[in-house]
């Protein structure tokens, strides 16, 4: 079966522009949740959606913000992009409608913000 | 809040030399536990979980983890590495009352010397 996908998977942008990346969860897992890494800061957690509800959000600036669709797709919006947003964004979606029991990671998109 | 500390960032080791790669965490709940590998320009992979039971956990790849609750701890070892074991491997931390999201380690860098 197909896992999750990540659209784009690079991308590059000014600083001051604004950027959404696409998530096509594993078919069946309703459960979606993106992570932030870098170097410095590791694997920061961003959001968690399901049924398309937030149930759970990191500690990043109102700038970062995503939604997710009846069909369990999710996007991620960043506007004005700072130098310090470049990182590889993870989406990751989960069985049973939780994350308790492991995710399964997409590839990522690397955004690069110059 | 969960918290995990990966104690060791980098570790070197020879081929088919055994390895350990150490975790501990902090929880005032349950928790369940994860180990994660990434390969470069990739995303997460499951390599193992541990949600109850036993406390020896086996996974993917020979790596096998035992969770001891009374050290919080839950350390990652391999008998035998190969060159294909090089990437970054990553614990993770979730708790039983928390069904939105996973919490990382900083991360362990295996690098396999010939």
């Known amino acids: 079966k197909a896992g999750v996908t990540q659209t784009p998977r690079y991308l590059i942008k000014t600083r001051g522009q604004q950027v959404t990346l696409s998530c096509s969860p594993i078919?069946?897992?309703?459960?979606v949740s993106w992570y932030q890494q870098t170097p410095g800061q590791g694997l920061q957690f961003l959001f968690e959606y399901f049924s398309e509800t937030q149930r759970n959000k990191g500690n990043f600036p109102g700038r970062f913000s995503g939604r997710q669709f009846s069909n369990s797709r999710s996007e991620m919006n960043v506007s004005t992009l700072e130098l310090g947003d470049s990182a590889l964004y993870l989406c990751?979606?989960?069985?049973?409608?939780?994350?308790?029991?492991?995710?399964?990671f997409g590839s990522g998109t690397r955004l690069t913000v110059v | 809040a969960q918290s995990v500390t990966q104690l060791d960032s980098q570790v070197p080791v020879f081929e088919e030399a055994p390895v350990e790669l150490r975790c501990n965490y902090s929880s005032s709940v349950s928790v369940y536990l994860f180990w994660y590998v990434q390969y470069p320009n990739q995303g997460l992979q499951l390599l193992l979980k541990?949600?109850?039971?036993?406390?020896l956990v086996k996974g993917i790849n020979g790596f096998e983890a035992e969770f001891n609750k009374s050290q919080t701890s839950f350390h990652l070892r391999k008998p035998s590495v190969h060159i294909s074991d090089t990437a970054e491997y990553f614990c993770a931390v979730s708790e039983y009352s928390s069904a939105s999201k996973i919490i990382f380690g900083s991360g362990t860098r295996l690098s396999i010397r010939p």
């Open positions: 078919s069946g897992h309703r459960s």
């Open positions: 541990y949600l109850s039971g036993s406390t």
């Open positions: 990751a979606s989960s069985i049973y409608g939780t994350p308790n029991y492991g995710y399964t």
